[in-house]
């Protein structure tokens, strides 16, 4: 699949099929994920792939809802895809110089682990997987459940598995609407 045409027809997917997913596919998102650019080639990135549907049921008993008592509307997905796939980092490291912030956002591991992310997506999209990018969670509580140690946080996960729907695009703005030229409001496309 054309990369632009796998960036205009990937949908998140919150129904998927019982198919397992076999681990050379599994290999295959994660090696494009390793090949994400991060800040000074740190790639603070680490994934742990969850299969137990003891452990899916405990992740999806740590999504919150947008409101308190709501269900969050990944909770089915993240129980019932074949796989699970939480994205960590290490913290500490994107966007440090000489163990210091670099710059005035801080700790660079959220744009760090978000490009990973979206390569992951990407690649299981072009190979016929579904993914949805969650991140309305507990993450001590996911980080206690999964053991990460300190010094690592936990930032995202998604379902993987074969799309059991066909979710239609959603709107976009216009280049208009989000792009100007030489400075913020000027001339527009």
């Not at 660079?108 to 690649?123: E, I, K, P």
């Not at 206690?144 to 998604?158: E, Q, R």
Request: with cysteine; hydrophobic share 45%.
């Amino acid at each position: 699949m054309e990369v632009l045409e796998a960036i205009k027809t990937r949908r998140s997917i919150r129904k998927y099929k019982a198919t397992p997913v076999d681990d050379k596919t599994i290999e295959l998102v994660l090696e494009a994920a390793r090949w994400a650019p991060s800040w000074a080639n740190t790639q603070c990135w680490r994934f742990i792939v969850v299969r137990d549907s003891n452990t899916k049921a405990e992740l999806a008993q740590a999504l919150l809802g947008k409101v308190p008592g709501a269900i969050n509307a990944a909770t089915d997905a993240v129980n019932n895809a074949p796989v699970v796939i939480v994205a960590c980092a290490e913290l500490g490291k994107s966007g440090h110089f000489e163990g210091k912030p670099s710059t005035d956002k801080g700790d660079w591991y959220m744009f760090d682990v978000a490009l990973a992310m979206q390569n992951l997506a990407l690649a299981a999209h072009s190979l016929g997987l579904g993914t949805v990018y969650v991140g309305l969670f507990d993450a001590k509580k996911v980080a206690s459940i999964l053991d990460v140690p300190p010094g690592f946080c936990v930032v995202a996960m998604t379902p993987l598995g074969y799309p059991d729907q066909e979710p239609k695009p959603r709107p976009r703005k216009e280049l208009p609407e989000i792009v100007f030229y030489d400075k913020y409001r000027g001339q527009k496309v």
